[in-house]
């Protein structure tokens, strides 16, 4: 069960409670909402805070989504997930447009200048914006939760897989270990390196099998260069045979794939410049901080029988996941980070500007992006609007509502429900994310 975050008077994060103990803590006055998302409620007391529970807050961080779970250790209860959504190529996009305007208006404005020498140094800790954003939005919602739970420790998925594991030679035999971590690890591990495909058809979105190059009948090892992937078919046809008594009618392929066995995929591959970043600043905040591979993540969900979705993975990342993950009746927050406007001074359109900037962001206490409802009691737009509000100056505001865009409704009727901080939140079913299947 997802649950709701409790404050006390001095706003310190207590142990997170049922919806139903929450409802009722509201019903009898004793609190009061605090945020709509994530919802937390602010006891009108002080509470001493000796018997708090600490959760783990879970990470596993994405291109396109981040996974994030609190889990209880000692009973394995999630008590909180969510889905982070990232912009990274919504920024890539505004700088781009930014660009060409910036480039559009210095041919037109100035005289010649010559080119500018290549004199800007970049810190070594350099990233690009769209991965910043990433790091930036997975920080802000740690400290957020920091704010409103009692936390005792962060697990972070860091690799894809553990390279120290798969190297490790007390580890044989690797088709009689199915199910073990080092087959996850180095499924992965060949999957990656022979990019999903049938090493000897080239086939791709087909089951694929580990496969000895050298078989083992004829002295071949279980080290990670002397394996492939094959389709089920290419498996059967080579059986006990070598590969160059199998290939030996396509030199071309047979040459190409030797080559690929014998190098090891690249670190850069394996490990993933944005994810150490973000160990990095995680680690500065203080907190026990746990590492572990994807390999081993996709072990535990799949030992625990839990579906692949984003929130799943955070909660199954690391050694310390609890034997039993109660999962049941979570509903995971789906987080959408939308940023904060732009700071374009001027809105252009094929060239030209069409309107300026203007000084004042905030009209009659509300700011574009502000989340309001709105009850309009008589006339031609008489009803309850729930949406985001677009403010003007005038004070008639428009609510943009699920069903569409509702315009000139006045400030007066509408009431706050969440200041714009930059995300957009919505509950529900979350579903696998097909792409990042394997
Ligand atoms: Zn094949």
């Not at 850069?268 to 944005?274: E, F, G, W």
């Not at 927050?333 to 030209?352: E, P, S, W, Y």
């Not at 203007?358 to 737009?381: F, N």
């Not at 200041?419 to 990042?436: L, M, Q, S, V």
């Amino acid at each position: 069960m997802s649950k709701v975050f409790v404050l006390d008077a001095n706003q310190q994060p207590l142990t997170p409670v049922h919806p139903g103990w929450a409802r009722l803590l509201l019903k009898e006055g004793k609190a009061a909402v605090w945020r709509r998302y994530p919802f937390t409620i602010i006891l009108k007391r002080v509470v001493s805070s000796s018997t708090l529970v600490h959760s783990r807050l879970k990470i596993d961080p994405g291109a396109r989504t981040t996974g994030l779970a609190l889990v209880n250790d000692t009973n394995g209860e999630v008590l909180w997930a969510a889905e982070l959504t990232h912009r990274g190529f919504a920024i890539k996009e505004s700088l781009d447009d930014r660009r060409a305007v910036r480039r559009s208006r210095r041919q037109r404005h100035t005289r010649y200048r010559p080119p500018r020498c290549a004199n800007r140094r970049r810190s070594s800790r350099w990233i690009p914006p769209s991965l910043e954003s990433r790091l930036a939005n997975v920080l802000t919602w740690m400290a957020r939760l920091r704010r409103l739970c009692p936390l005792a420790a962060i697990s972070l998925e860091l690799t894809k897989f553990d390279l120290a594991a798969m190297q490790n030679p007390d580890i044989a035999g690797v088709e009689y270990q199915q199910g073990e971590l080092m087959g996850y690890e180095l499924r992965n591990y060949l999957l990656e390196k022979w990019q999903r495909r049938c090493a000897y058809c080239q086939k791709t979105d087909v089951p694929l099998q580990i496969e000895h190059i050298v078989p083992r009948a004829k002295g071949g090892s279980d080290r990670a260069s002397n394996l492939t992937l094959a389709c089920e078919g290419c498996n059967q046809a080579k059986g006990n045979q070598d590969v160059r008594d199998f290939l030996a009618d396509e030199p071309d392929i047979l040459a190409g794939l030797l080559a690929q066995a014998k190098t090891p995929l690249r670190d850069a591959a394996a490990v993933n410049t944005t994810r150490w970043a973000l160990f990095e600043r995680l680690k500065a905040t203080g907190l026990p901080l746990e590492t572990g591979s994807g390999g081993l993540t996709k072990y535990n969900r799949s030992r625990r029988t839990l579906p692949k979705t984003h929130w799943l993975d955070a909660a199954c990342v690391g050694q310390s996941t609890p034997e039993h993950l109660e999962t049941s009746q979570v509903v995971p927050l789906l987080i959408k980070a939308t940023g904060h406007g732009n700071r374009q001074m001027c809105g252009v359109k094929d060239g030209f500007p069409m309107r300026h900037r203007k000084r004042q962001k905030v009209h009659h206490g509300y700011q574009t992006g502000d989340l309001a409802r709105a009850v309009v009691p008589a006339g031609k737009k008489v009803g309850t609007y729930v949406g985001r509000v677009l403010t003007r100056a005038s004070g008639f505001f428009d609510v943009v509502t699920k069903a569409g865009r509702i315009e000139g409704i006045s400030h007066r009727y509408c009431k706050l429900i969440h200041r714009n901080d930059g995300y957009t939140y919505a509950k529900g079913e979350c579903h696998a994310d097909p792409k990042e299947a394997t």
